[in-house]
C-alpha cells in the first residue's frame, strides 16, 4: 500500500530565507508526482508536476526534485515570502495500470514572518 | 476556463441528519472525483466517476455515502445518516478523462461540521 509521508507538519521562517519541503513515498512505482498548495478554505493549487522519469522541475522560485528509486522529493522555495504561506501537498499517482487517483500526504504548513 | 465549481461552501448539521454537497466540473472534463479532507489530513479519494459510470468507490463508506453522477456532468455527494467523525473538507475535482497524465482541478470544497 502506497504511502505519503512529508516533513516537516509545520514550519516557520522569516521572510527572504529558502527552504526546504519534504516528501517520501513507500512504493517507487509511481507515474509522476504533483506538489500542490492550499490556502485555506481554498481548493488545491498544482505547483509542480514530475514525471517519474525526469529529475526536477522548476517553475519560478520554486525547485521540485525526484529520486524515485529512494522514493523522495523536495520543494525547494527561494527568496521565501509572506504570500507564500499555505499548506504545501505532496501527491503520487499510480503506474499506469492503475487508475488515475493521486495519493496525498498530510502537508506542511508554511508560514513566512514579514 | 471557469473552474470546478462546489455548493455550499460551508454546512453544520446534527449528527444523524443527512446532507448533500453539488459539483459542476469544468465543462467537457469526463472523469469526476470526489475527496474528503479531514482536518489535519490529506485528501483521501472516496469516489471517481468516468462520465456517468462509476470508477473506484472502494473507499466511499456506503451504508452512509452515496453519490452519482446524472448524465455525466454535475454530481451530488450524499451522506445519511451524518456522524462526528464525518467533519470534513469535501473536495470535488475534475479532470479531461481518467489516467495518470491528465491534470486535475480541484473546486474550493465544502466545509462540513457536524455536531
Known amino acids: 500500500k502506497q504511502e505519503v509521508t512529508q516533513i516537516p507538519a509545520a514550519l516557520s521562517v522569516p521572510e527572504g530565507e529558502n527552504l526546504v519541503l519534504n516528501c517520501s513515498f513507500t512504493?517507487?512505482?509511481?507515474?509522476?508526482l504533483q506538489w500542490f498548495r492550499q490556502d485555506p478554505g481554498k481548493g488545491l493549487t498544482s505547483l509542480l508536476l514530475?514525471?517519474?522519469?525526469?529529475r526536477e522541475q522548476t517553475s519560478g522560485r520554486l525547485n521540485a526534485s525526484l529520486d524515485k528509486s529512494s522514493g523522495r522529493s523536495t520543494l525547494y522555495i527561494a527568496a521565501s515570502q509572506p504570500g507564500d504561506s499555505a499548506t504545501y501537498l505532496c501527491?503520487?499517482?499510480?503506474?499506469?495500470?492503475?487508475?488515475?487517483?493521486?495519493?496525498f500526504g498530510k502537508g506542511t504548513k508554511l508560514s513566512v514572518k514579514p | 476556463e471557469a473552474g470546478v465549481a462546489q455548493s455550499p461552501r460551508y454546512k453544520i448539521i446534527e449528527k444523524r441528519q443527512s446532507v448533500a454537497f453539488w459539483c459542476n466540473p469544468i465543462s467537457g472534463h469526463a472523469t469526476l472525483y470526489w475527496y474528503q479532507q479531514i482536518l489535519g489530513q490529506g485528501p483521501k479519494l472516496l469516489i471517481q466517476?468516468?462520465?456517468?459510470?462509476?470508477?473506484?468507490d472502494s473507499q466511499l463508506p456506503k451504508d452512509r455515502f452515496s453519490a452519482e453522477r446524472l448524465k455525466g456532468v454535475d454530481s451530488t455527494l450524499k451522506i445519511q445518516p451524518a456522524k462526528l467523525e464525518d467533519s470534513a473538507v469535501y473536495l470535488c475535482a475534475s479532470s479531461l478523462a481518467s489516467g495518470p497524465n491528465y491534470g486535475y482541478t480541484f473546486g474550493s470544497g465544502t466545509r462540513l461540521t457536524v455536531v
Open positions: 501527491a503520487v499517482r499510480r503506474a499506469p495500470g492503475s487508475q488515475g487517483n493521486l495519493i
Open positions: 514530475i514525471q517519474s522519469s525526469q
Open positions: 512504493d517507487s512505482a509511481i507515474y509522476n
Open positions: 466517476f468516468q462520465n456517468n459510470g462509476v470508477v473506484d
